[in-house]
T-cell receptor
Framework: DADVTQTPRNRITKTGKRIMLECSQT?????MYWYRQDPGLGLRLIYY???????NKGEISDGYSVSRQAQAKFSLSLESAIPNQTALYFC???????????FGPGTRLLVL | GENVEQHPSTLSVQEGDSAVIKCTYS??????FPWYKQELGKGPQLIID?????GEKKDQRIAVTLNKTAKHFSLHITETQPEDSAVYFC???????????FGKGTSLLVTP
């Protein structure tokens, strides 16, 4: 969905490096999410935020941190990347009180 | 927490045939069940959803059924077409707008 953008779309980094993935949305939604997708494991929730002052851990938050800089921006950071964080990362948004989540195009991350 | 199981992991059908994907969930408090379609290189997109107060919902060639007693729900695609080929994810949520728990996905291939 063009209303949810993610940068970069692809990234290669080395073990131990700090990396930030960014998500921006023009939908005006309050709620934003970060998911990780691994082959055969589906989508797993890393962090979510229901508004600018709200940050919540998801199922697999260890090794990750997030920042909600504004209603429209939600960034995911890997403080010290490790190879098993190689995955496809998706940002999603939803409107408060509505169930439908709208996903960005994803960021493919490779940690060497 | 909620655990969503999805079967089969891969499904191959001939064009024009029907396809059925099944999911079970563990938390009886779950009340929202969406289905997402992910095409190659894109983020998941909602195709249909159902709430716990409804047993069946249909949208053209796609239908979803829910059995709350057995805690399972299914996606039915009739008259399949090659463009239906994608990965399909089921999900469950405990309440409106909460983070989704996804199944591991079903890779559907529709052959001409």
């Amino acid at each position: 969905d063009a209303d949810v953008t993610q940068t970069p779309r692809n990234r290669i980094t080395k073990t131990g490096k700090r990396i930030m993935l960014e998500c921006s949305q023009t939908k005006g939604h309050d709620r934003m999410y970060w998911y990780r997708q691994d082959p055969g494991l589906g989508l797993r929730l890393i962090y979510y935020s229901f508004d600018v002052k709200d940050i919540n851990k998801g199922e697999i938050s260890d090794g990750y941190s997030v920042s909600r800089q504004a209603q429209a921006k939600f960034s995911l950071s890997l403080e010290s990347a490790i190879p098993n964080q190689t995955a496809l990362y998706f940002c999603a948004t939803s409107e408060a009180g509505q169930e439908t989540q709208y996903f960005g195009p994803g960021t493919r991350l490779l940690v060497l | 927490g909620e655990n969503v199981e999805q079967h089969p992991s891969t499904l191959s059908v001939q064009e024009g045939d029907s396809a059925v994907i099944k999911c079970t969930y563990s938390d009886s408090a779950s009340n929202y069940f969406p289905w997402y379609k992910q095409e190659l290189g894109k983020g998941p997109q909602l195709i249909i959803d159902i709430r716990s107060n409804v047993g069946e919902k249909k949208d053209q060639r796609i239908a979803v059924t829910l059995n709350k007693t057995a805690k399972h729900f299914s996606l039915h695609i009739t008259e399949t077409q090659p463009e239906d080929s994608a990965v399909y994810f089921c999900a469950a949520s405990i309440y409106s707008g909460y983070a989704l728990n996804f199944g591991k996905g079903t890779s559907l291939l529709v052959t001409p």
